[in-house]
């Protein structure tokens, strides 16, 4: 079984299975050789205080098998050198994290000073004796939560010694979640063990063909490689069904992470398809007004942090019409100052936006210092989730969603309102709308709020995934532009193409050479493309196309 | 006033400077003592070297932007390729003093492990040849880059935008250690030019004067180009593009012809700035850069040659000025910048100002014309 660790602590872990044979195997006399006692515990908590090695190996494999409500926090505390006992009485303590003083018998808080009270020793046999105790306790555990993490444990770690205890907790299984953990531990320590009958490892290989992902993969190249006759042959079909299967899932995989990446595009991009796609307004500060909403959601946080702690999750939602205000209010006033000027003189409005931009970036450094601030994730947006074998992190998910929530409400605004209506009409024909009574004025200044409201919307989302530094901006911009100009000037929907095609092609292309070539070689594909199709993918026709 | 000369007024002062800056600046560095208030002392050699060299690149980019309305946002990657073939022939003078002391390898190669040159290298132990290379490269790369876009008839916004693209992508390619140019800490420890020190004071004052030479070159063959009827149909196009293609006009050819002389212009002003700064890196390539370019020229005015030297000179020093007295507000004042030229003064301090002299004499003499010509777009 040494063969399953590296050659290296191949000594070491000769040692640690004596150490967890001597455990088992006193555990197992434990366990069915002397049915617990109810007053056993007495004396299971005298040996800790003989202060004896071998007394305290024994003590807790008896602590182990007793089932006593205390079992787990001693054993935690003797492994963290918290146990004490009293040399004089022999009555035993641990304390917790925190320090405070427990009757190990009762676990209720003790009435006594720390001061007298000496430590159980540890050494390395002991040592050896609690981790096997600990699993142990967790494999026959009361917690299914607990059981469900010893079995992948020891599937993970193919710890052959667990292999008695494994049977036994699946005899008495009863979650069929738990119980297949379960058969699939045992398979995957029948797949590697030396004495396992070809019946045997061929159930153990039709498990583990059956669970399909990754680590069943290397337990099957194991079993392959020591394997013969029917056996090696069951195995190297499983692995070649599995090869097939995890190339499936690894693309899903990708096309997963490039739909999250090309959302993040989009977000970034989508308030510059209004502002520049739509009314043709070259804005270089679009990438400021995203750093704006990145940093509002900071402020919404710290404040909530100094006086509501409770809001927290709702932190994000809170910061959201927060931030399409802030940066809405920005970009009108961008316009009203600046740009209205510029109209008709795009090379100008570049350079005049340009400025702003720099000049929105160094309030912020001024503002906020020039270092990261740490924006939060909210409970909802933390940790994963398996669907087949994909993993998804719910960050990501939720941006996902998101975007598409942004992208759709966007839609509703240009095609069911009125206002939506009248910025279509002043961007189609402007003089033709103005003749109609639209004030055009008024309507480029909200256009260039709401797209510029839209950009702070997207900040929100980016500070969950990026550093909210005054360069967070300057980092979109670019990728902002080549989404818009690659789906086509003016078209959501060609936005939404570009930035979820780009996505996906970009996270094909990184595993075969690497991410900052994978972006050259898609910059250079879409300065080419625009060669091909300089109005992009999908170009509006008509009169408007030369204004 | 349309059969105007090669140097007029304004073009013979400024030549007159530069000449003046060439021949008495080395002198008032090297044999005037430095007790003498006529003393240049080297730090201000260097720096004004910068400028000369950044107002190349201006006058360069004036060229296309200020006479054919192509507003190139990726023109300091052209400087940059420019000195990255200056700095690779530095490079190799450098022979078997580097750290690693390999008489045929640059430092970083040898400690990236590789054995050969990279292909890319040969031939710049050979001054003739980087030369050649300062001129070629960003020249080949513009011509292509030029040759699809203007054949595609790609203008306006959408070109500056691929030109910054192109620019962020070189950003990004020479940021790779594996492209073999000395990924981000880029070329530099220089020992010799032409077997003279970098270092040295009288190489610093001769690449002072040759800078000064070179912008004077530069702006010589930029305004000849702009006076002839070559510049009278780029300036046709600038105003009115679809226009000059009816009257049979190939426009994709001007332009592209415009756009690689000015790249390569912009190539000599690179290859002379890494000599003088000792150092090139990829962040040389920043789009922000270029577009910092684009805002000298906006300042001095743009359609006006000298006006971009000019508000090139004038915008670094106040770079120096504010990045040492108030680093702070450097960028408040570079932003504000852009936005107060950009509505206050379309045409520059020097366009502005010819303009004023223009009503003024057109007033006294009653003539009529304006030699400046009018921004337009």
């Given at each position: 079984m040494t063969a399953s660790f590296g050659r290296g602590r191949a000594a070491v872990a000769a040692t640690r299975d004596l150490i967890c044979g001597i455990a088992l195997a006193i555990l197992l006399c434990l366990a069915w050789g002397t049915p617990a006692r109810a007053d056993a515990i007495d004396d299971t908590l005298a040996r800790f205080a003989s202060d004896k090695f071998p007394e305290t190996e024994k003590a807790i494999g008896e602590l182990a098998a007793s089932g006593a409500t205390t079992a787990a926090a001693i054993l935690d505390a003797l492994g963290e050198n918290r146990l004490l006992f009293n040399p004089s009485t022999r009555a035993v303590y641990y304390k917790d994290a925190a320090g405070t003083l427990f009757d190990a018998k009762t676990g209720e808080k003790a009435g006594v000073e720390a001061g007298g009270l000496k430590k159980v020793r540890l050494n390395n046999a002991v040592r050896g004796a609690l981790e096997a105790a600990k699993g142990d306790m967790s494999i026959l555990s009361p917690d299914p939560?607990?059981?469900?993490?010893?079995?992948?444990?020891?599937?993970?770690?193919?710890?052959?010694?667990?292999f008695a205890k494994v049977e036994a907790a699946l005899a008495k299984e009863t979650d069929t979640r738990i119980k297949l953990a379960f058969e699939q531990a045992r398979a995957a320590l029948l797949a590697t063990k030396v004495d396992a009958s070809e019946a045997q490892r061929l159930e153990a290989i039709a498990t583990l063909r059956a669970r399909g992902d990754q680590d069943a993969m290397g337990l099957l190249e194991a079993a392959s490689a020591t394997a013969q006759g029917a056996v090696k042959a069951a195995a190297d079909s499983a692995i070649a069904s599995l090869n097939l299967t995890l190339a499936v899932w690894k693309n899903l995989q990708n096309v997963w992470y490039g739909l999250s990446l090309g959302s993040v595009l989009l977000l970034a991009a989508i308030g510059l398809a209004i502002t520049f796609g739509v009314m043709g307004v070259i804005n270089m500060a679009h990438g400021e007004m995203v750093m704006l909403g990145a940093y509002t959601t900071f402020i919404v946080q710290e404040w909530i942090r100094a006086y509501q702690p409770g809001l927290f999750d709702y932190s994000l939602a809170i910061a959201i019409p927060l931030a399409f205000a802030i940066a809405g209010i920005a970009g009108i006033a961008i316009e009203r100052l600046v740009i209205r000027f510029l109209y008709g003189r795009p090379l100008e409005t570049l350079l005049a936006t340009w400025g702003i931009s720099l000049i929105l970036q160094q309030a912020v450094r001024t503002g906020f210092g020039p270092n990261n601030r740490d924006v939060g994730a909210p409970s909802w947006m933390a940790g994963s989730f398996e669907l087949g074998g994909l993993s998804i992190t719910y960050g990501r998910m939720w941006i996902i969603v998101f975007t598409i929530g942004v992208f759709l409400a966007l839609q509703l605004v240009l095609r069911a309102t009125p206002f939506g209506l009248r910025m279509r009409?002043?961007?189609?024909?402007?003089?033709?709308?103005?003749?109609?009574?639209?004030?055009?004025?008024?309507?480029?200044?909200?256009?260039?709020?709401?797209?510029?409201g839209i950009a702070g919307i997207a900040g929100v989302a980016l500070s969950q995934i990026d550093n909210v530094s005054p360069n967070l901006g300057q980092s979109y911009i670019i990728d902002s532009f080549l989404v818009v100009v690659f789906g086509g000037v003016g078209n959501l929907w060609g936005t939404l193409v570009a930035a979820l095609s780009l996505g996906v092609a970009n996270k094909f292309l990184e595993p075969f050479v690497g991410a900052v070539l994978g972006k050259i070689l898609l910059l250079v594909f879409i300065i080419l493309f625009i060669q091909k199709r300089p109005r992009g993918l999908f170009a509006l026709k008509g009169r408007a196309v030369e204004a | 006033m349309t059969s105007a000369r090669l140097l007029d007024l304004r073009g013979a002062i400024f030549a007159v400077v530069l000449i003046a800056a060439a021949i008495l600046v080395p002198i008032a560095a090297l044999a005037v003592p430095p007790a003498s208030p006529f003393h240049v002392p080297a730090y201000v050699i260097a720096l004004t070297g910068k400028y000369l060299c950044y107002a190349l690149l201006a006058v360069a980019l004036d060229l296309v932007w200020g006479y054919c309305g192509i507003l190139s946002l990726g023109h300091g990657a052209f400087f940059a390729l420019g000195g990255y073939a200056m700095g690779m022939y530095l490079m190799r003078q450098i022979g078997a003093r580097g750290v690693y002391a390999n008489p045929n390898l640059p430092d970083f190669m040898v400690f990236l492990n590789w054995h050969d040159l990279p292909v890319a290298w040969w031939g710049f132990n050979s001054f003739g040849y980087a030369l050649l290379m300062v001129l070629a490269v960003p020249g080949v790369l513009a011509f292509a880059f030029g040759w699809f876009a203007f054949r595609s008839r790609v203008t306006g916004v959408y070109l500056s935008i691929i030109t910054q693209a192109m620019t962020y992508a070189l950003l990004l390619a020479f940021f790779r250690n594996d492209m073999g140019f000395g990924g981000n800490n880029g070329l530099t420890d220089f020992k010799d030019i032409l077997g003279w020190n970098v270092q040295a004071e009288p190489t610093r004052a001769a690449l002072f004067s040759l800078s000064a030479i070179a912008l004077l070159i530069g702006y010589l063959i930029a305004r000849a180009v702009t006076m002839s009827k070559f510049g009278k149909v780029l300036v046709a196009i600038r105003d009115a593009e679809?226009?000059?293609?009816?009257?049979?006009?190939?426009?994709?050819n001007y332009k592209l012809l415009v756009f690689t002389l000015s790249a390569m212009m912009a190539g000599v002003a690179g290859a002379l700035y890494v000599p003088q700064v000792g150092i090139i890196n990829p962040s040389e390539f920043a789009p922000a850069n270029s577009i910092e370019a684009v805002i000298w020229v906006a300042v001095g005015g743009r359609g006006t040659l000298v006006g971009a030297a000019i508000g090139a000179v004038l915008v670094n020093f106040g770079k120096t000025y504010f990045t040492g007295a108030l680093p702070e507000y450097w960028l408040f004042a570079l932003g504000a910048l852009f936005v107060l030229v950009t509505l206050f003064l379309p045409k520059g301090i020097v366009g502005t100002l010819g303009q004023l002299f223009a009503r003024e004499r057109r007033a006294a003499v009653g003539a009529r014309g304006n030699r400046v010509p009018a921004v337009a777009e």
């Open positions: 939560a607990r059981r469900l993490a010893a079995a992948e444990s020891v599937f993970k770690s193919r710890d052959q010694s667990a009409a002043v961007t189609q024909n402007r003089r033709m709308a103005s003749s109609m009574g639209i004030n055009t004025n008024r309507i480029d200044a909200l256009a260039f709020g709401l797209g510029s | 679809s226009r000059t293609r009816f009257l049979g006009y190939r426009v994709e």
